[in-house]
Every structure is written in structure tokens, then in C-alpha cells.
């Protein structure tokens, strides 16, 4: 079985945790680990055998490659990079023809990446339901089975159920309440999970039949990949050509050989602050908290912390979430108009959706502590082993603080080491470049200063990993 792990999303239904150049499946929102390790994690324990494979994008590339290294080393079958968003239906079926290529009845068990399953052994029971149906040739669906009558999901109509599966009748967009109420009255209606698993010749075979235009395309995309370190581009041209759809609309709901298997293991798709705060663990009051909080007189509330204190008085089903650089206060009942804030934010020209403070590189990261005018304050963070790429800033120059570890430096000419308490000075047009040669992380602080400081003020001579 290999496990097809979408990752091309950057909602910002998580807004501020989650933003669109680090979002919610690289984040710790229910457990220690992010949504994505989890969901590796989740993939490789069902066999012993089973392998992962990646779909995501340019922006993503190395957040994802840094956790297939660590939690799927040597079972990795590729990280596939989509250069332009077309939906589920095409990605999946990049991931098809690749498994195809060693084994055309190759199982793909398909997962988004930010997904929360709490039963995992009731997951592996209906995917080792859903391995048989597939094998036969059907095309399964996971219908979660509801608990309540929500109006956020999809249904799937499920037939009368025989070996653990029932055929799909219908897909049923989402609800009004009292139709949801009728839904779970009836029985026989289940949440869209959004999970599926098939063999790679058949839904290929079924989207050839059913959208032979979006095939085509995905063929001639997959047939004009390149490697690159870890990642496998598809050709832009191609796959920009390909119609945007997704899995339901272009397979599952025509195609005669759909299934459904019932899945009760506890999923969320932590589509909102209010569906993380009916997932965790609440306290006597039914408040979430996470991170430095206090609270009086407050119930049904969720608060998370990411580092100030957050003192909450007299407040009922509430959301807030303090980040570095965002505070979010929301009625809890009204969380799914979090993205009409994220929408002003971007009018006003802001960057608070795009970024956090601390910056995501396949090197390491930076975190802004000062602005002013014609200067910038950052704290900068090198793994171990990592290195910056050869570069040059036409308009800033940059002081270097060593805080901790030890900083190989190449500064025009020179090549110089670096301890702790040390620094130096990178002029204006000077070629450089930072590696850490260490064990440790290293760390510094950067004062840049200059008439202009925008991250697109960048030259580069050589890089590592492949950067424009």
C-alpha cells in the first residue's frame, strides 16, 4: 500500500495560528507532533510495508521534505510538487501514474495532510475493509459516521451495507440544520471524510472515462517531470492546462464503482476554532486552554497561548488566540468568518496572513525583533550541517552576531569562523555566505540596514537547495 499525503493547502480557517506560508498541517494543534506527522505516522503503522508519497507545492516543498526525513526515512516513494493548485482530483492522479509506473494495482490510500483520526486502531480496521473492496476494483470512500447533525460537511448516502461497505448512492452537498437532523434520523448518511482508496490503474481508468481531458494533461505533465534533490516537478505548462476539480466531482460521483466504508475513529478535519475546541479535552467549565492562561468565570471557550499571558474575565463561547503578532478575540459561533478578517488584512496590504513572525527555510529559520527606518533586527537560526546560499543585496548590509554554536563565513574573498560573542560586517554588494559547520544549532543576531529591506533584495550565486 503506498500512502498518497495531500499537502497543498494554505486555508487560513486557523487564522492567526495557521497562515498561508506555514499552515495548520505543520503545526502542533492537538498533540505534540504537527497534523502532518501525524498523519505520516498515521499511514506507515497500518503495515509494516507501507510506503508515503507527498503531493504539494513550491512554497512547501522543504517543510514537508523535513518531515518525511524524519518520520518516513527509506519508505519514502517521492515528494511530487504541483506548480500550480488544480485540486484533489489531479493531484491524485500524478500520484496514481507514478505507482503505476512499478505496479498498476498499486493501493493508494489517500489522506489530507491536516486531518484528526483519535482511534487509530477503528482507522485501521476500515482501511483493511477498504484494501479488500479496493482490490476487487472498487473505488472506497471513508464515510465518517456523525455525531451530530453538522451543517460544515458533505454527506455521502450510503446502500445497505455487505462486508463492512455499502455502494454510494448519492454525495449530498452540505446541509441546512434541519436536513442534517434528517440525515442522522434516516441513517445511512455519512460525513465526507474526504479519505479515499483504490487502485492506481483504476482511477486512472475511471478519470479516463470520466474527465479524459484532465488525464491527458496529467499524462503530459507526469510525462515532462524533473528530479530535483528530493522533489519530482511535473511539467507547469501541462498541469497548468489541466482542469481544476476535484476527486468528487470528476470520479466519485459518476463513476458506478464507488463504496463506502463507516469510519468511527474519532476524525475532525480542524476545519475551524470551533472544531478544535470540540475535539480537545475541556475542563469542568467546558473551556480549551493551551499555553500561559488564566480565567474567571469563563466557560465554553477555547484559548490558546503561543507566548504572553492571557488573563479572560467574564467571557462565554469565545475564541482567542494570541501569536506573536496577532491577537484574534471571536464569538465561537461565528469562527467560519475568521477568513473575512484574513480578507482585510490583505486589502490593507498586509503580510499577517502570508507569515508568521518566525519564517519557515530549508535552512533554518528568522524571526523579525525590530523595524525602523532603514534598519531591521532579526534572530536567525541555522540547523546543523545547513547553509545559506551564496548571495549579495544590492541595496542593504548586514551585521552578524554570533549568540551560539559556530558560523563558517565566506564575506567576498575572505573565509572566516566564528564563535560565540563574535562578529562581522557583510558590505553593501559584498558576495556571502552563512553555513553552520556544527552540531548545534546556530544562532545569531542580524542587523541589517540600508535604504531598502525587502526579502526580494537578493542575488543569488549558488544555493543548496535548488532557489531561484
Known sequence: MLAVILSGGSGTRLWPLSREAYPKQFLPVVSDESLLAETIDRGLKLDPQTRVMAITNEDHRFVVAAHMQKMAAGKVDGIILEPVGRNTAPAI????????????????????????LRDRAAFADAVQIGAKAAASGKLVTFGVVPTSPHTGYGYIRGGDLANGYAPVDAFVEKPDESTAKSYLDQGGYYWNSGMFLFRADRYLEELGRHNPDMLKA??????????????????????????????????????????VVPLNAGWS??????????????????????????TEDVSGSYIH?????????????????????????????????????????????REEHRFHKKVHRPWGTYE??????????????????????????????????????????????????????QSTYIPVGHRHRLTNPGVIPLELIEVQTGSYLGEDDIVRYADTYNRA
Not at 500524478?94 to 486531518?115: G, I, N, Q, R, T
Not at 542593504?396 to 560573542?421: Q, S
Open 218 to 259: 496529467c499524462k503530459a505533465a507526469f510525462a515532462g517531470r524533473e528530479s530535483d534533490l528530493d522533489f519530482v516537478r511535473v511539467d507547469h505548462e501541462a498541469f497548468e492546462a489541466c482542469p481544476d476539480d476535484s476527486i468528487d466531482y470528476a470520479v466519485m460521483e459518476k463513476t458506478k464503482d464507488a463504496v
Open 93 to 116: 492522479a500524478l500520484a496514481a501514474l507514478a505507482a503505476a509506473e512499478s505496479d498498476p494495482e498499486e493501493l493508494l490510500l489517500v489522506m489530507p495532510s491536516d486531518h484528526v
Open 368 to 421: 523579525g525583533i525590530a523595524m525602523g527606518e532603514r534598519f531591521q533586527v532579526k534572530r536567525i537560526t541555522v540547523n546543523p550541517g545547513a547553509s545559506l546560499s551564496l548571495q549579495k543585496h544590492h541595496h542593504r548590509a548586514e551585521h552578524w552576531i554570533v549568540v551560539k554554536g559556530t558560523a563558517a563565513v565566506v564575506r567576498g574573498d575572505d573565509e572566516i569562523m566564528l564563535t560565540e560573542d
Open 269 to 294: 478535519d480542524v476545519g475551524s476554532w470551533s472544531a478544535l475546541w470540540e475535539i480537545q479535552p475541556q475542563d469542568e467549565h467546558g473551556n480549551v486552554c493551551r499555553g500561559d492562561v488564566i
Open 305 to 349: 497561548s503561543e507566548g504572553r499571558l492571557i488573563a479572560a474575565l467574564g467571557v462565554s463561547d469565545h475564541v482567542i488566540v494570541e501569536t506573536d503578532d496577532v491577537v484574534l478575540v471571536a464569538d465561537r459561533n461565528r469562527v467560519q468568518d475568521v477568513k473575512k478578517l484574513v480578507a482585510q488584512v490583505k486589502t490593507l496590504g
